[in-house]
């Protein structure tokens, strides 16, 4: 794209804020109900192409029965899932139990609200945009909305009164902030490009180059955090099926259930395409396909289309990290996202800060400026090299702990019988010993 | 490159419109001394990270001791050259004139002490401090480290940050950033209290109440702040005396938010009704720390209260005078009386101290220069008073720590004539006695309070000092006219910091009793300087 | 002219309506067996604990270490933002006093990385 057809666009055309500003509510009231039910029948295609794809990937054929390639495969399985048994465990606290699966459903809807998905548009005579609301900090409600997701998860844990699903919602309410750090630094340097947080000004800075190719580090920060605060393979360790069985949702059933798998694909596609927003242009066509008639393919309803692909590709991404990456452990991954992507944002903040200062300075010649980033480069890489690679060797002799303090038994610590037990035991031994075999026990806890 | 290159297509038709947001002012001379001491806060993080163990006690106490000297060798290198009036600078949010230069050398001094008295080893077998403090009192873990000789070294970054938040806090002509210096000061001081190598139940408990009741008081402060933002719709002292010299706003939220300000700002000075943490944490925090809290939060938080009084409600005093009058009734009757009571050493140091805030808060509310100078004397005089008595309940000992309660104290003089002597004149200095720095303080406090038409007020308060002399005088009948019991405590022989500590404060505790005028001058040198803009 | 917020709060009423119907209705439209092993705790068929991690039990320390540096970099990520936005404004002072800021930041991190605040095991 040239420079002059930028200019030409930034004459013409309104900016989203201005346009959705004289919206009728009838119109709004359209466009939210319009959204709400494609990001309704999205989640649906969106849980049936995960399969498919999944399965392809894993050479077999995937859900093929319900309707034509089993599209139909995720209306079956919600109608399955309504009909089942709702079941509130004895222990659970009701309210916060019933409570925690319909806040989780809220913020993904929200945080779609403000997606830029297109420019100007003309809707039943009325001159509007393709987005539902443009707010002067949309990109904080995307993230208050991800933040509020977690309460969710936290209380659904909780009230569950059950170890696992505790467990499961203490990591994932660990690894969602921890990656909610990682994501929100990494569009610092898209703001610090835009010079605006509201989401439309933003996708509108990037006509002349998205932000992928300016900041390469952030969108690939972006990227892996985008999984991470998704609870998504291969960060997906608050429901890993080994150790914690279903993770902060094991408790729930029928469409509470639901609402926490709704919520959670609703998450993937909130942050695809926020990422589209950010990173990939949003509605605007592609280079190749932008020369064609002057650029005729980003305007009207066109947008829809390359911001649903590039939403789509995304998540086919998220997909196929499901289906290659092995899970990792949760100390690498915490590990990870506060050793590696915390620092790396900071630094990367500051060095584009300062290049975009320099490139701003006036009466600094080329030359000067290679020379002022090549000391910084320097410094950078001394710098790194003085930090000293391992702990500090605790000198002091420690008496061991068992984790919290609490002194460790010994290891050949004979554990007195109760009484009840040893009636029990008295009376087993009494028996003839081929009683007690195995078998019999395990039969026993079959029972059960 | 080519990111900057990328950078600079895209984006450089968006460059032109942007208008340059001017940078504020910073004189860097007049607030060095702050920058300094909360740079080498930083710095000592640093240590804790990167030194091995057995280097970071040496370290630290080097680093804490010259960052004192250098900051004080700052103030007085602009003590010389600095303007009457005072400056206002980082765009009106401090003002470095000479009340704040003054406080600010009264704090690096005793925090000179104090810190003094945390470096040292010698009295207790490494510190005074644990060397973790998160481990659960009353295992094994907790009786083997009370055992070994670490300590937690984090004490001296965490002193040299609340010591910055004093300087900010007594300087900042702005309720924002008072709060934020409130916090600042108040965190690490939380924390301190909580490291004692002895009695680490007490000790925990202690940080506990004050962090508890600290956090009620910083969100009384900061309701106080957003009612008078919303009556003045500004934060800085100065709009809010102008706001209230001369408008017909709502008088509501002008004396809401002044009271609830004020509570904030006493209960840190612990005054009054306000004063139910002092008791509790002074006696279960670390000595050295509680000597720092004593000396120094109280000279931070009385700065404050003048700073705020002066500067915002000057206009307005006609109607909050007559209750903070009955405030410093109610503390000085509460520490003399109860005061008489305590059998604990540290406890009966701290209803002292609420004595003395009320005392104090006599000064500060007559809102004259001779009030304003005689409050400074006064906090500077009680401040190394405190830190030298401080450091002698430090040294009196028995096999389980410090022997703090009174029956222990009996006879004393009998074997240590030397301690007990010092104990004595520092007992009297507190109970305001001639010849020592406490009765000039009383004198030119009581004084600018009659000056100004508070007569019944001083009244109060000479018989509230002579109450609160009978329980020093106690203290000292005790050490003197008793039999020390066989089993009593021994006075442990100070390393050279105590030593250095305790002589340092009973010295200027003398001089200042004799030849006030010096610092009297200075502390009357000029008033308080608020942003004009 | 609509407050920008309206269409916000039409999605929040719907998506809670949503939400709310889906989860309220499920106990009306699904069967109901009783079976007292049904509303006990899932712990993959052991007798559930006697004494569940809810209240009284204690929750390992590191989350709660984790939870305070969310704070502080949340907070950092709070004054980045308005500081982002107004970047090309404020240039050189910005940028040294964005770089300072997060190096204040950076002395505690540090602190906590090398105490091994950030290593879970």
Redesign the interface.
């Known amino acids: 794209m040239t420079t002059t057809a930028v200019l030409a666009q930034a004459q013409q055309r309104l900016s989203n804020a201005e346009l959705l500003a004289d919206d009728p509510l009838w119109l709004t009231l359209i466009k939210v109900v319009v959204l709400f039910i494609v990001v309704m029948l999205t989640l649906a295609l969106l849980v049936w192409a995960e399969r498919r794809v999944l399965g392809r990937l894993q050479n077999r054929p995937g859900p093929n029965r319900a309707g034509p390639f089993g599209m139909l495969q995720s209306i079956a399985d919600a109608l399955k899932l309504s009909l089942k048994e709702d079941i509130r465990p004895a222990r659970a606290d009701k309210w916060v139990y019933i409570m925690a699966p319909i806040i989780g459903g809220i913020p993904p809807f929200l945080a779609m609200a403000v997606m830029p998905f297109g420019g100007e548009v003309t809707m039943f005579g009325v001159q509007t945009a393709l987005q539902v609301v443009d707010l002067p900090v949309g990109v904080l409600v995307v993230l208050a909305c991800s933040s509020v997701g977690v309460y969710s998860i936290v209380l659904a844990g909780w009230s569950s009164g059950s170890p696992y699903p505790l467990l499961g919602a203490l990591r994932s309410a660990a690894q969602v902030i921890s990656y909610e750090i990682a994501m929100g630094l990494s569009i610092v340097g898209v703001v610090l490009f835009a010079g605006s947080l509201s989401t439309a000004d933003i996708a509108a800075a990037q006509s002349g180059g998205w932000f992928a190719w300016i900041l390469p580090i952030s969108f690939v920060i972006y990227l892996i955090s985008m999984v991470g605060e998704t609870n998504r393979a291969p960060f997906d360790l608050p429901e890993a099926e080994s150790e914690l069985v279903g993770g902060f949702h094991t408790e729930y059933t029928s469409l509470k259930f639901l609402m926490f798998f709704l919520a959670e694909y609703a998450n993937m596609v909130v942050v695809s395409a926020f990422a589209t927003t950010l990173f990939l242009g949003g509605g605007a066509v592609p280079w190749p396909l932008s020369a064609i008639a002057d650029n005729a393919l980003s305007s009207g309803y066109w947008p829809l289309l390359w911001f649903g692909l590039k939403t789509a590709l995304l998540i086919f991404g998220f997909i196929w990290a499901r289906a290659a990456l092995p899970r990792l452990r949760y100390d690498q991954f915490m590990k990870f996202g506060w050793k590696v992507l915390v620092p790396l944002n900071l630094v990367w903040i500051v060095a584009v800060t300062a290049l975009r200062v320099l490139r701003n300075a006036e009466g600094v010649t080329s030359g000067q400026r290679i020379v002022i980033i090549g000391v910084a480069v320097a410094v950078l890489v001394l710098g790194s090299l003085l930090l000293p690679g391992r702990q500090v060797a605790d000198e002091e002799p420690q008496v061991p702990l068992a984790g919290s303090g609490y002194p460790l038994p010994p290891l050949d610590l004979t554990v007195p019988t109760p009484p009840r037990q040893r009636r029990t035991v008295r009376a087993r031994a009494e028996q003839p010993r081929e009683a007690v075999t195995a078998s019999g026990k395990e039969a026993g806890d079959g029972n059960a | 490159m080519t990111v900057l290159e990328a950078a600079h297509t895209s984006l450089g038709g968006f460059l032109a419109q942007v208008t340059p947001i001017q940078a504020p002012e910073i004189d860097y001379a007049a607030i060095l001394p702050m920058l300094i001491v909360l740079g080498a806060a930083c710095v000592g993080v640093l240590f804790e990270a990167f030194l091995p163990r057995y280097q970071r006690w040496s370290w630290q106490v080097a680093l804490t001791l010259l960052t004192l000297v250098g900051a004080g060798l700052a103030l007085v290198v602009y003590l010389r050259d600095n303007p009457q009036q005072g400056v206002v600078t980082l765009a009106g949010v401090l003002s470095v004139d000479r009340p704040a230069l003054f406080l600010w050398g009264t704090l690096l001094v005793l925090a000179f002490g104090a810190v003094l008295l945390i470096a040292d080893r010698s009295v207790e077998p490494g510190g005074a401090f644990v060397s973790h403090a998160a481990v659960r009192p009353g295992t094994i873990q907790d009786r083997a480290q009370a055992a070994r000789l670490g300590m937690q070294t984090e004490v001296f970054p965490l002193t040299l940050f609340a010591l910055g938040g004093m300087m900010v806090f007594c300087a900042s002509n702005n309720l924002l950033t008072m709060f934020i210096a409130l916090e600042v000061l108040s965190l690490p001081l939380y924390l301190m209290c909580g490291l004692a190598r002895r009695r680490r139940l007490l000790s925990q408990e202690a940080a506990v109440k004050y962090f508890l009741l600290g956090a009620f008081a910083s969100a009384f402060f900061l309701y106080g702040v957003a009612l008078l933002y919303g009556y003045a719709n500004s934060v800085r002292l100065r709009d809010i005396a102008e706001a209230a010299a001369g408008t017909n706003r709502s008088d509501t939220l002008l004396y809401a938010g002044l009271g609830l300000l004020v509570v904030g700002l006493l209960f840190k000075a612990s005054v009054g009704p306000f004063h139910a943490w002092t008791p509790d944490v002074y006696q279960g925090a670390p000595t050295p720390v509680t000597a720092f809290m004593a000396a120094c939060t109280k000279v931070a938080a009385f700065g404050g209260i003048l700073r705020v009084l002066t500067g915002a409600f000057q206009a307005t005093s006609w109607e909050w005078r007559g209750v903070l009058w009955g405030v410093a009734i109610v503390s000085m009757i509460i520490g003399a009386v109860l005061g008489l009571t305590q059998t604990d050493i540290k406890r009966m140091i701290a209803y002292s101290s609420v004595a003395h805030a009320g005392f104090l808060l006599v000064g500060s509310i007559a809102l004259t220069g001779e009030g304003l100078s005689g409050t400074l004397f006064y906090l500077l005089a009680y401040g190394f008073t405190t830190v030298a008595a401080f450091g002698v309940v430090s040294l009196v000992r028995t096999a389980d720590g410090e022997a703090t309660h009174l029956s222990q104290w009996a006879g004393l003089a009998k074997r240590s004539p030397l301690v007990a002597g010092v104990f004595t004149f520092l007992l009297l200095a507190l109970a305001g006695i001639p010849l020592t720095s406490g009765f000039i303080g009383k004198f030119v406090v009581f004084s600018a309070a009659l000056k100004d038409g508070m007569a019944p007020l001083v009244v109060v308060a000479l018989l509230a000092s002579a109450v609160a002399a009978f329980f020093y005088l106690r203290v000292v009948v005790l050490m003197y006219f008793s039999e020390p019991s066989p089993e009593g405590p021994t006075v442990s022989v100070p390393g050279s910091f105590t030593m250095v500590a305790i002589t340092l404060g009973t010295v200027i505790t003398f001089v200042l009793g004799v030849w006030p005028a010096f610092v009297l001058d200075w502390a009357g040198a000029g008033g308080f300087a608020f942003s004009t803009t | ?2 407050d ?5 709060v ?3 009423v ?3 309506a ?3 119907v ?6 009306l ?5 009783y079976n007292r092993a ?8 052991i007798e ?2 006697p004494q ?3 209240g009284g039990g ?4 590191a ?1 709660y270490l ?2 305070m ?2 704070i502080l ?2 907070i950092e ?1 709070v004054f ?2 308005p500081f ?12 040294v006093e ?2 300072l800021f ?1 190096a ?1 930041v ?6 906590v ?4 605040g ?4």
């Open positions: 002219m609509l920008p917020y309206v269409p916000l039409l999605m929040f719907l998506a809670t949503f939400s709310a889906s989860v309220l209705v499920a106990p439209i699904g069967p109901r067996r049904k509303l006990d705790s899932y712990e993959c068929g559930p604990s569940p991690i809810v204690r929750t390992p320390v989350y984790t939870a540096l969310f970099f949340d990520m980045l933002y982002a936005v107004t970047a090309d404004a404020l240039g050189l002072f910005g940028l964005i770089a997060i204040t950076g002395f505690a991190y540090a602190y990385w090398r105490r091994g950030l290593d879970w095991n």
